[in-house]
Nanobody, 126 residues
Framework: EVQLVESGGGVVQAGESLRLSCATA????????IAWFRQAPGKEREGLSS????????VYVDSVKGRFTTSSDNAKKTVYLQMNHLKPEDTAVYYC???????????????????WGRGTQVTVSS
């Protein structure tokens, strides 16, 4: 059974950093792309980044480009999201998700992702 488990969330002040982890089980890194999404209260879920661990190709949404970096440790079957210069508007529940039928340099709509974690809360105070 494929499982994704996020960790690393917490409460930080504006300007600080956090690193989220997405530990996976039974997920084939050779054929899947893994994305990070977030959802703030009252807002739609937003795709932030995607990585294809098979070739380390990454893509980011404009709102986090230059501040967030996604990476993968294929030996540990874990994907990371390094978040720097955090802002109060980054406050949300962060999710990782995996998709098998992926396109290069694309963050797919959330409904196309087959596997999801339960999320981890990130709160940024001003």
């Amino acid at each position: 059974e494929v499982q994704l488990v996020e960790s690393g969330g917490g409460v930080v002040q504006a300007g600080e950093s956090l690193r989220l982890s997405c530990a996976t089980a039974e997920l084939d890194f050779a054929v899947n792309a893994i994305a990070w999404f977030r959802q703030a209260p009252g807002k739609e879920r937003e795709g932030l980044s995607s990585i294809s661990p098979s070739n380390n190709s990454t893509v980011y949404v404009d709102s986090v480009k230059g501040r967030f970096t996604t990476s993968s440790d294929n030996a540990k079957k874990t994907v990371y999201l390094q978040m720097n210069h955090l802002k109060p508007e980054d406050t949300a529940v962060y999710y990782c998700a995996a998709v098998t039928d992926w396109a290069r340099d694309t963050i797919h709509p959330d409904y196309e992702y087959e596997y999801w974690g339960r999320g981890t809360q990130v709160t940024v105070s001003s």
